[in-house]
């Protein structure tokens, strides 16, 4: 017989994933309804208006699979255990999905989402929820971050809350390693006994976003929306407060940074892209991670496969980093990142010598194309996070 967790990690992600698979056509129809609509756009790769209001969808699936009951013969008892802190989660996550669907429809400014966001964050830390301590490489020692425990907590979540909203840009993206992310802190939890809050929550939301996918991978028939992308960043952002870094293992508290790299570089690299070319940050363009491989020459499936299988392949990595020793730990990490860079640097080789090989042919007495006029051949979606202006999911 499985155990209690093991009952309610199951049973959570059942309930959510049917709850999903059921909600998100109500979602459907509610985002024609209202006109939450992503329009067509030179910009973007759909010929057809598709809703953006799935976000809701993924958001009350959640809520059900962290309600359902416990476990077997538990009918009366939610999967959930509740205190302060998941108090504070569910105000919080609340007050983020109202703001990305407010976004979803009105297009609110970059300023006004980020303080929102770290309102939000500021909630959890009331209802007591923060990064008290981190261990450090030497076994048995941990720091005690003293004043920097506020501020770190609220930059640790909202920086992950809108890391997921920069890989929403092709169908099934965002969900699908939300997926992988999830499964893979869950595992790390049940290893290190860590939080079972956690684990459901995880669970919950790895089983929203299975049942959205239904929905979501290409060609899409609605989008998550800044409400959903937001959502599940800060669902990842605060279970992995409550689980991985509450570890006194160092090399489990690395879990979440490798668990999530794929968006954490992207999100790094796209700042970092705009700050030296003196371009705003919350400006889109088209050259993250995702359009990169559309630039390649790969399909939108394709492409959305290879990042699925990069982010297993990292989940993998992450799990087995647990299992050996903090130094070793550090030393995967360090590697695994540089080997990171060095793949993103040599695929921008690639695609500028494509572009340069293709510019004389470019150059005809033809209308303006969407190339000449500044957008990607290979049109993919711009995305909508607390730094960037509110361009569409696709």
Not at 55 to 61: D, E, S, V
Not at 211 to 225: D, E, S, T, V, W
Request: with cysteine.
């Amino acid at each position: 017989m499985f155990s209690l967790l093991t009952q309610k990690i199951i049973i959570s992600f059942v309930f959510s994933a049917i709850a999903s698979v059921l909600l998100t056509p109500v979602a459907i129809k509610l985002s024609e309804h209202f006109k939450v609509l992503d329009k067509p756009s030179p910009r973007k790769i759909h010929s057809e208006p598709r809703g953006r209001l799935g976000g809701l969808a993924i958001y009350f699936a959640f809520l059900i699979g962290i309600l359902a009951p416990a476990g077997l013969g538990l009918p009366l008892q939610t999967s959930i255990s509740f205190d302060m802190s998941i108090a504070g989660f569910l105000l919080s996550s609340l007050i983020i999905v109202v703001l990305g669907v407010f976004d979803d429809k009105y297009d609110l400014t970059p300023r006004f989402k980020f303080f929102v966001q770290i309102l939000a964050a500021t909630i959890l830390v009331t209802f007591g929820l923060k990064i008290e301590m981190i261990s450090g490489i030497n076994p048995g020692t941990r720091f005690d971050l003293g004043i920097l425990k506020i501020p770190a907590t609220i930059f640790w979540v909202v920086a992950i809350t809108n890391m997921i909203n920069f890989i929403d840009g092709l169908d099934g993206l965002a969900a699908g390693i939300t997926v992988i992310a999830s499964l893979t802190l869950i595992v790390i939890n049940y290893m290190d006994k860590l939080s079972i809050n956690s684990c459901v929550m995880l669970a919950s939301t790895a089983g929203a976003c299975v049942g959205f996918l239904k929905y979501n991978f290409h060609p899409a028939r609605i989008f998550m929306g800044d409400g959903g992308a937001t959502f599940l960043g800060f669902t990842l952002g605060v279970t992995s407060v409550m689980g991985a870094f509450k570890s006194a293992t160092f090399a489990i508290v690395l879990v979440p940074f490798l668990a999530l790299l794929i968006p954490i570089f992207d999100m790094i690299y796209a700042i970092l892209r705009r700050i030296t070319r003196e371009i705003p940050p919350h400006i889109a363009d088209k050259e993250h991670l995702h359009h990169q491989f559309l630039e390649l020459g790969l399909s939108h499936k394709q492409a959305v496969i290879v990042l699925y299988i990069i982010a297993l392949s990292l989940s993998f990595f992450s799990i087995g980093m647990a299992k050996i020793n903090n130094i070793k730990a550090m030393f995967l990490l360090l590697l695994i990142c540089l080997l990171f860079i060095i793949g993103m640097i040599r695929m921008r080789h690639i695609i500028n010598a494509k572009r340069n090989a293709a510019a004389p042919e470019a150059v005809t007495d033809k209308p303006e194309t969407a190339e000449s006029a500044g957008v990607s051949p290979n049109p993919g979606s711009a995305e909508r996070s607390a730094g960037e202006k509110n361009a569409g999911d696709k």
